[in-house]
C-alpha cells in the first residue's frame, strides 16, 4: 500500500517476508522493494545471497546497537565488501576475548568500541561481545573510514560440547547449503546418560520431497557436512515446514538444556 522502497531488517524478518510472498503466489521482482539492509543478528554470506534470490534485490549488511545511537553505526557500500565504520563518531578496536589484548588487522576477535562525539554517557572501550575483524587494504568504493567483517557471531553465544567450541553460525553455514531445507532450524542441547548430545532440528522447505529414501539420503549428507565442519556428530531432525517456532524478534538458534538435567 506504502509502495515501499527500501527495508531494514533481521535476516530472518527477510527471509520470512520472502516466504510469505512466495506463499500469496506474488513475484517479488512485482513489489516496488529496491533496497534492504540487514543487520543485528549473525548470518552467512550464503544467507545474505539466499536472501537476494528470493527478494529479487540486494541485501546490504550493517551494524548497530542500543548502546551506540542504534542502527546505522556501520554499513556496507555498493562493493558488499565489508561494513564502513563512522570513524568520526567511533574509536574501533578488536580484542582477544580471552586476554583482552589488541589483535593484529585481519585476524577476528571482540569489537571493542569508544563514542568520540556522545557528550552524555560517554562509553569507553565499551565491549560489544561480537566477533568480528578489521579488514585491511582500501575499499574499490574510494572511502577511506575502516571497514569491519560481517559479525561471525557472539563471545556470548558460543557453546561446547564434547570439548569442542561450536557457534551456531557453523551449523547456518552448512545448513543453507541445501535447497530442500528451510531457514529455520533449532539447536538443542542435552544430557543423556551422563554424556552431552547436540540435536539440529531444521525444517524442509517447498523444494523437498516426500520420498523417505531421499529425506534420509540427505539427512546423511548434512550430517557428514556438520561433522566436517564441527567435528560434532549430532542427531539431526528433519521437520515439516513450520513445525518450528517463528521469533517475533531476533531468532533464538540455542536451547541450552543440560543445565536442567
Not at 551506540?68 to 563518531?89: K, R
Request: proline share 5%; aromatic share 6%.
Amino acid at each position: 500500500d506504502f509502495k515501499t522502497t527500501a527495508l531494514h531488517a533481521i535476516p530472518s524478518y527477510a527471509i520470512r517476508l520472502a516466504e510469505v510472498i512466495q506463499e500469496e503466489g506474488i513475484d517479488p521482482t512485482s513489489t516496488s522493494l529496491k533496497t534492504l539492509v540487514i543487520g543485528a543478528e549473525p548470518h552467512t554470506d550464503e544467507q545474505r545471497k539466499k536472501i537476494e534470490r528470493m527478494l529479487g534485490v540486494k541485501a546490504y549488511n550493517s551494524f548497530g546497537m542500543t548502546e551506540m545511537n542504534g542502527p546505522g553505526v556501520a554499513f556496507e557500500c555498493q562493493e558488499q565488501n565489508g561494513m564502513h565504520f563512522w570513524e568520526d563518531c567511533y574509536l574501533v578496536e578488536i580484542i582477544d576475548p580471552e586476554t583482552g589484548e589488541p589483535v593484529p588487522d585481519g585476524e577476528i576477535g571482540e569489537l571493542v568500541l569508544t563514542t568520540l562525539d556522545r557528550e552524555m554517557m560517554p562509553l569507553i572501550r565499551y565491549r560489544t561481545r561480537d566477533l568480528t575483524r578489521i579488514l585491511p587494504g582500501e575499499c574499490p568504493c574510494g572511502r577511506t573510514h575502516l571497514r569491519i567483517d560481517r559479525i561471525k557471531g557472539r563471545s556470548d553465544d558460543m557453546f561446547i560440547i564434547k570439548g569442542v567450541n561450536i557457534f551456531p553460525m557453523q551449523v547456518e553455514k552448512v545448513l543453507v547449503q541445501f535447497p530442500q531445507l528451510g531457514s529455520n532450524y533449532l539447536i538443542t542441547l542435552e544430557t543423556v546418560n551422563n554424556q552431552d548430545e547436540m540435536i539440529v532440528e531444521v525444517e524442509l522447505s517447498d523444494l523437498s520431497t516426500d520420498n523417505y529414501i531421499e529425506l534420509e539420503k540427505v539427512r546423511k549428507d548434512i550430517t557428514r557436512q556438520l561433522k566436517d565442519e564441527i567435528l560434532v556428530t549430532p542427531r539431526l531432525k528433519l521437520v515439516k515446514k513450520g513445525s518450528l517456532p517463528q521469533s517475533e524478534g531476533k531468532a533464538v538458534r540455542v536451547k541450552d538444556l543440560r543445565q536442567n538435567q
